[in-house]
C-alpha cells in the first residue's frame, strides 16, 4: 500500500518539517499532504518542499475551492509541478464549509455539488488547452458574464504548456459528492473514512465510476490515520479528543456542520449531538469528554505494535489505494514503512 505524510495547516507560526519530508521520501513515502483553513495556504508549503525533494508526490490535501478561481487553480498547481520537475503534484480541492466560504473569503456558498462540478470541469479545460476556455456552467461561467460584467470577456488559452493529464483529486463525504467524485475526479480524499464503512462509500465510488465508464484501478482512494507508537492507548486517544471536540462541536454551523454529520454516519449519531450541544453552549470540557474512544479509535492507528499491525491489516483490506500518516515521528514513520512493506530509496 501507498503511504503518505500529512502535515496539515500551521498553527500560529509557519513550520515546514523539511528533514521529516526527506525522511519519508527516502523511506519509500509516495506522497506528502498540507492544507489550508484560514491562515498558511496549501500550495505554498509544496513549493517550498519541492526544492528540497526529488520524488515524493506533492499534494494539497486540500486547497479550499472559494479561495481561488478555478482558473487560477490550474495556473499555481501547474506552475508548482513545473518547478517541481514534472508529474509529482496532485491537486485535492473541496469546498470547505459556509462559515469559511462566506465569512473569511467572501463568497456565496451557492450549490456546492454543482460548483464542485464546473469548478473541476473548468479546471480541466484550462490543463488541456484544446481551446480557449469557456464553460456555461450553473454555478461558475467562462467568460463572466454576470452582475457587474462589461461584456468584454474574452476566452483564453493558457500560456504555459500544461500536464494534460494532471491528477485532480476532490475531498468529499456526502453520497452525491462521492459520486461526482468518482465521476469527474482521479481520486479521493475522504472525509471520515474508516475500515468499517468503506462498503458504504465502495457503492457510491462505483456507481460513480460506472456512470463515467472508469475503471476502479485508475481510482485512487487516500485514507487517513493518526499514528502513534505508545503503551498507553487510553491516553494517547484523549489527546486527540479537543480537536474532534472542535470540529464536530464548533467547526461549522449548527445546522451544516460536515464533521458531525460524518459523525453521525459512522454511527456516533447521540454522541455528536451531545458534543455539538456542550461546545456550542461553551462546555468545552465537557464536549471533549464526550468524545468516544470508539469513534476516535476506529480513525487511528495507536498503541504498541502488535496492536497497530493488526489494525493495519483492516485499512489494507478496506480497498483504498494509499493511507496518509498523521501525527507521531521518526519512530512512526519507519514503523509505519515497514507494516506497508515499502521499499525505501537507499539504505538509511
Not at 487553480?73 to 503534484?89: F, H, Y
Not at 462505483?206 to 503503551?231: M, N, P, Y
Not at 464548533?250 to 456516533?268: A, D, L, T, Y
Not at 496518509?324 to 514503512?337: I, K, Q, S
Request: hydrophobic share 40%; proline share 5%.
Amino acid at each position: 500500500m501507498k503511504l503518505g505524510l500529512s502535515l496539515g495547516y500551521s498553527g500560529r507560526d509557519l513550520r515546514v518539517p523539511v528533514e521529516q519530508v526527506q525522511l519519508a521520501e527516502q523511506l519509500g513515502y509516495d506522497s506528502v499532504w498540507t492544507a489550508e483553513a484560514y491562515g498558511s495556504d496549501a500550495i505554498t508549503p509544496l513549493a517550498f518542499l519541492a526544492a528540497h525533494t526529488t520524488r515524493i508526490r506533492l499534494g494539497t490535501g486540500i486547497i479550499q475551492l472559494a479561495a481561488r478561481t478555478p482558473a487560477n487553480a490550474a495556473m499555481t498547481m501547474a506552475t508548482l509541478d513545473a518547478l517541481a520537475g514534472g508529474n509529482r503534484v496532485i491537486c485535492g480541492v473541496g469546498v470547505s464549509g459556509p462559515q469559511i466560504v462566506e465569512g473569511w473569503y467572501g463568497q456565496p456558498w451557492g450549490k456546492p455539488y454543482y460548483r464542485l462540478r464546473d469548478y473541476v470541469t473548468i479546471m480541466r479545460k484550462v490543463l488541456k488547452r484544446d481551446a480557449p476556455v469557456t464553460h456555461e456552467g450553473r454555478e461558475i461561467a467562462l467568460p463572466y458574464t454576470g452582475e457587474g460584467a462589461i461584456g468584454m470577456g474574452k476566452p483564453l488559452k493558457s500560456i504555459l504548456h500544461m500536464n494534460p493529464n494532471f491528477p485532480i483529486w476532490m475531498g468529499t463525504g456526502m453520497e452525491s459528492t462521492v459520486k461526482l467524485t468518482a465521476r469527474i475526479a482521479d481520486g479521493w480524499l475522504p472525509l471520515g473514512l474508516v475500515p468499517e464503512n468503506m462498503a458504504m462509500y465502495k457503492t457510491w465510488i462505483r456507481e460513480g465510476l460506472a456512470q463515467a465508464g472508469k475503471r476502479e484501478e485508475d481510482f485512487e482512494i487516500q485514507g487517513s490515520a493518526h499514528v502513534r507508537l505508545t503503551d498507553d492507548v487510553k491516553a494517547a486517544l484523549d489527546e486527540l479528543k479537543p480537536g474532534i471536540a472542535l470540529y464536530v462541536g464548533g467547526m461549522g454551523h449548527q445546522n451544516k456542520n460536515f464533521h458531525k454529520e460524518m459523525m453521525v454516519r459512522r454511527g456516533f449519531a447521540e454522541a455528536a449531538e451531545r458534543i455539538q450541544e456542550l461546545y456550542l453552549n461553551h462546555y468545552k470540557d465537557e464536549a471533549i469528554a464526550a468524545v468516544p474512544d470508539d469513534f476516535v479509535d476506529q480513525g487511528t492507528l495507536i498503541g504498541p505494535k502488535d496492536r497497530i499491525k493488526n489494525r493495519f491489516r483492516d485499512w489494507r483490506n478496506s480497498g483504498i489505494t494509499g493511507l496518509t500518516v498523521r501525527g507521531g515521528g521518526e519512530p512512526e514513520l519507519r514503523f509505519m514503512a515497514e507494516c506497508a512493506e515499502i521499499r525505501p530509496l537507499s539504505s538509511i
